[in-house]
């Protein structure tokens, strides 16, 4: 049996009995990443198995029809009482009723690569594909032995940073602030895309939450006492992640980020938390970016998405109307000129 919660309570309350969700399966994270789309939790039942499916849906402009996608990060479905040995035939069939009921073409859904079982989860409903990689660091080793794998180089860059400058926790909005302001400064540097331009609302919601923990750290400068560079990590339960993070321009060669990571090693691992996701790569390439977070740790997972066309025939219909016969990967492919 399919259930849809929508409200806050409801969702926070579902999502608080499994013991491995992540600040991405959160009501608010939902609300602060929902763009146009409308933040729906599917609670599936059946037995001792329970499964919490959490998506945005979508309309389909100029036509009667939906689709659903993700929030951006590490979500997908959250599993109780599933072996390798889980039989997802009702699950799926009970999926694809509420679909096809809702008018839903198809489904989108980026996932967690520290919930292993997602993947038996979705078997053989549409399909999962490897994107990339996704640096970890195991935090359940000891600290020292975490530091033991660190690249050569980022010992030395680790060290010239720690003589450089101090690292402190945001403690004001003043300085939550400076946080924003090198956070702007850092994507206008990169060319990035509108949608990495967070409005105030994002980052009220995300420090002040209770479905989650935030830690912001600042480095700064011992001579000026100047703030050079920023990153913000969020956790909950085992998992912390490198969420979001700035350098000012002229501080690049010092690579305070790269400090900032480092405390937040420490200190998660002091937390007794197990693991810490640097991410990947710019679209999940082997670029600048992953070498960069691979000099932490050489330790990758998969980072997978799940693709689902329920209504083909339907699909077809929309790429011809939408898409001008442009191929590619970009998933629903009705959508890539930006409907």
């Known amino acids: 049996m399919i259930e849809v919660i929508e409200e806050k309570e409801g969702w926070d309350e579902f999502v608080s009995t499994f013991n491995d969700s992540d600040f991405y399966h959160s009501f608010d994270y ?7 789309g409308k933040p729906l939790l599917l609670k599936y039942s059946n037995g001792d198995v329970c499964i919490g499916l959490p998506l945005l849906i979508r309309k389909i402009p100029d036509s009667p029809f939906y689709d659903a996608t993700s929030v951006y990060g590490y979500p997908g479905p959250l599993y109780k009482n599933i072996s390798l040995s889980f039989d997802n035939k009702h699950f799926a069939h009970e999926l694809f009723d509420y679909f096809v009921e809702k008018n839903i073409v198809a489904v989108f859904s980026r996932l967690n690569p520290f919930l292993p079982l997602q ?5 053989l409903i549409g399909t999962i594909e490897k994107t990339g ?13 975490q530091r033991k794998e660190f690249g050569r180089r980022l010992k030395g860059q680790l060290n010239k940073a720690r003589r450089h400058c101090t690292v402190k926790k ?47 750290l600042l480095a700064v400068h011992n001579e000026t006492n100047e703030v050079i560079g920023a990153s913000l990590f969020v956790y909950k339960n085992s998992v912390v992640h490198y969420h979001l993070s700035g350098t000012r ?4 060669p010092l690579m305070p980020t790269k400090l900032l990571i480092d ?11 197990s693991w810490f996701n640097l991410g990947g790569g ?3 390439a082997n670029d600048t970016l992953l070498q960069f977070k691979s000099s932490f ?14 209504r083909p025939e339907i699909y077809k219909q929309l790429i011809a109307k939408n898409n001008n016969g442009t191929k590619g990967d970009y998933f629903p492919l009705y959508r890539c000129n930006g409907v």
């Open 297 to 310: 740790s050489k330790e990758m997972v998969d980072f997978c998405v799940w693709k689902l066309v329920v």
């Open 119 to 123: 993947h038996k989860v979705l078997e």
């Open 282 to 284: 710019l679209a999940g």
């Open 263 to 273: 405390e937040m090693r420490i200190k998660a691992t002091q937390l007794g938390l």
């Open 30 to 36: 939902h609300m602060i990443e929902k763009g146009e």
């Open 249 to 252: 321009n002229e501080f690049l």
């Open 170 to 216: 945001v403690s004001s909005d003043e300085d939550f602030q400076e946080f924003v302001k090198i956070y702007h400064e850092n994507m206008d540097r990169v060319n990035a895309k509108p949608m990495y331009y967070f409005n105030d609302s994002y980052f009220k919601t995300l420090v002040e939450s209770n479905d989650f923990s935030t830690e912001t």
């Open 133 to 145: 990689p996704v640096v970890t660091i195991d935090l359940k080793k000891n600290i020292e032995l």
